[in-house]
């Protein structure tokens, strides 16, 4: 009896159902059940349980059922379903989790993909740097050979002379020599302009002290003369703006300016009457007929007839021809000799007698062009 009842417990034993894993997410295949065979026609269903070794043999699941994983590495091998992705494993400790960075579609790649990405950025923008660089440089160098060899609009088309040749003869007596009456502008209201002044000059209290341009120094006052209603200060400052251009006299490198009050001087600027010019420039032996200015000794004297009537070639432009006057007659004091045009086009030089026709060229009031350039032409005999 004692035995049977053993056996039924070994019975109901093996045949429990094994318990599940929570969190699995597949059932591993149950081993297979041995079954004892139930007990001969000979054995004693009663009495006590003989002592000695099992006739059955050893138990094959141990001899604690329900104490022991059934599922251990002795019978099954090594877990093939690998690591628990689903929470608290109960049977393998703390929970684990999937590496990051490993995988088709981890952060591993992603970064991956953003280095390579970066990367082939970083060459576009140095290929970019090199294409920009290179349309400056192509730039660059049209705008130099546009400076270099000048374009219609300068000069005609034709280079000029980059270089002053310099005066081909000491200073010395010079007059417009030309027809007795160039054209000039009709005012539109009368201006004054007596024959003859005071005849004594005036000049500003003060000079500027500034010299403008390098080379050598040349000192120069301003006067003007009474009775003609022009104000000294107001025709030095036309003066100085005019000697101190970068298209004057001083572009070339070779003289500077300074206006002085007193002392010494190397020449004097005069704005003078008809009559008057006529009595200082005579005193050089020139003949100036109350119509031109003229150049002789330390004196450059301006025809306030020309002064306030122009020409007219230079039609709305006082300025201009005010520079054009200053700079050919300062151009004398300095030792040139009268120009011509140069070519149909191109600009009249500052030597030119421009009052009396341009011959082709172009009005111009300035030694030289605004690139630096000295505008030149052939020599008047």
Same mark, same amino acid.
């Given at each position: 009896m004692?035995k049977?009842?053993?056996? *039924?417990?070994?019975?109901?034993? &093996?045949?429990?159902? #094994?318990r599940?894993r929570p969190?699995?997410?597949?059932?591993?295949?149950? #081993?297979p059940r041995r079954?004892?065979? #139930?007990?001969?026609?000979?054995?004693?269903q009663?009495?006590?349980?003989?002592?000695?070794?099992?006739? !059955?043999?050893?138990? #094959?699941y141990?001899s604690?059922?329900?104490? *022991?994983?059934s599922?251990?590495?002795s019978t099954?091998g090594?877990?093939?379903?690998?690591? $628990?992705?689903?929470?608290?494993?109960t049977?393998?400790?703390?929970?684990?989790?999937?590496d990051?960075y490993?995988?088709?579609?981890?952060?591993?790649?992603d /970064? $991956?993909?953003?280095?390579?990405g970066?990367?082939?950025?970083r060459?576009?923008?140095r290929?970019m740097?090199v294409?920009v660089?290179? =349309?400056?440089?192509?730039?660059?160098?049209?705008?130099f050979g546009?400076?270099?060899?000048?374009s219609?609009?300068?000069?005609?088309? =034709?280079?000029?002379?980059? @270089?002053?040749p310099?005066?081909?003869?000491?200073?010395?007596?010079h007059?417009?020599?030309a027809?007795?009456?160039?054209?000039?502008i @009709?005012?539109?209201?009368?201006l004054?302009?007596?024959?003859?002044? @005071?005849?004594?000059?005036?000049?500003?209290?003060?000079?500027t002290?500034?010299?403008h341009? +390098?080379?050598?120094v040349?000192?120069?006052?301003?006067? %003007?003369?009474?009775?003609?209603?022009?104000?000294p200060? %107001?025709?030095?400052?036309?003066?100085?703006?005019?000697?101190?251009d970068?298209?004057?006299?001083?572009?070339?490198?070779?003289?500077?300016f300074q206006?002085? *009050?007193?002392?010494?001087?190397?020449?004097?600027?005069?704005?003078?009457?008809?009559?008057?010019?006529?009595?200082l420039?005579g005193a050089?032996? /020139?003949?100036?007929?109350?119509?031109?200015?003229?150049?002789?000794?330390?004196?450059v %004297?301006?025809?306030? +007839?020309?002064?306030?009537?122009l020409?007219?070639y !230079?039609?709305?432009?006082?300025?201009?021809y005010?520079?054009? &006057?200053?700079?050919h007659?300062?151009?004398?004091? =300095?030792?040139?000799?009268?120009m011509?045009c140069?070519g149909?086009?191109? /600009?009249?030089?500052?030597?030119?007698?421009q009052?009396?026709?341009l011959k082709?060229?172009r009005?111009n009031g300035?030694?030289y062009?605004? +690139?630096?350039?000295?505008?030149?032409g052939?020599a008047?005999?």
């Amino acid at each position: 009896m004692i035995k049977w009842a053993r056996l *039924s417990g070994m019975l109901s034993s &093996v045949m429990q159902p #094994p318990r599940s894993r929570p969190g699995r997410r597949r059932r591993r295949p149950e #081993p297979p059940r041995r079954h004892p065979a #139930p007990p001969g026609p000979g054995r004693q269903q009663s009495g006590p349980e003989p002592s000695g070794p099992d006739p !059955y043999g050893p138990d #094959p699941y141990g001899s604690e059922p329900y104490g *022991s994983d059934s599922y251990g590495s002795s019978t099954y091998g090594p877990d093939t379903y690998g690591p $628990d992705v689903y929470g608290t494993d109960t049977y393998g400790g703390p929970p684990r989790r999937r590496d990051p960075y490993q995988g088709s579609s981890g952060m591993g790649q992603d /970064l $991956d993909r953003a280095f390579v990405g970066a990367s082939r950025s970083r060459r576009l923008f140095r290929i970019m740097v090199v294409i920009v660089v290179g =349309l400056i440089l192509l730039a660059g160098i049209g705008a130099f050979g546009f400076l270099i060899f000048g374009s219609p609009g300068g000069s005609g088309g =034709l280079a000029a002379p980059r @270089t002053d040749p310099g005066p081909k003869n000491s200073p010395k007596g010079h007059v417009d020599s030309a027809p007795d009456a160039p054209p000039v502008i @009709t005012p539109r209201r009368p201006l004054y302009i007596p024959v003859r002044g @005071t005849g004594r000059f005036l000049r500003p209290a003060v000079g500027t002290g500034r010299v403008h341009g +390098r080379g050598k120094v040349l000192r120069y006052m301003v006067e %003007v003369e009474g009775g003609i209603r022009q104000r000294p200060v %107001v025709f030095a400052q036309s003066v100085d703006r005019i000697l101190a251009d970068p298209r004057g006299w001083t572009s070339g490198g070779k003289w500077g300016f300074q206006r002085v *009050s007193s002392g010494q001087y190397d020449f004097v600027v005069r704005l003078a009457s008809p009559g008057t010019v006529d009595k200082l420039c005579g005193a050089y032996g /020139l003949e100036t007929k109350g119509q031109v200015n003229c150049s002789g000794g330390k004196q450059v %004297v301006v025809n306030l +007839r020309r002064w306030l009537l122009l020409t007219t070639y !230079y039609k709305g432009q006082p300025d201009h021809y005010h520079a054009l &006057v200053i700079n050919h007659e300062v151009g004398h004091r =300095l030792g040139y000799d009268h120009m011509t045009c140069a070519g149909k086009g191109r /600009l009249a030089p500052v030597m030119q007698q421009q009052i009396f026709g341009l011959k082709g060229c172009r009005i111009n009031g300035w030694p030289y062009d605004r +690139r630096g350039r000295f505008v030149t032409g052939p020599a008047v005999p």
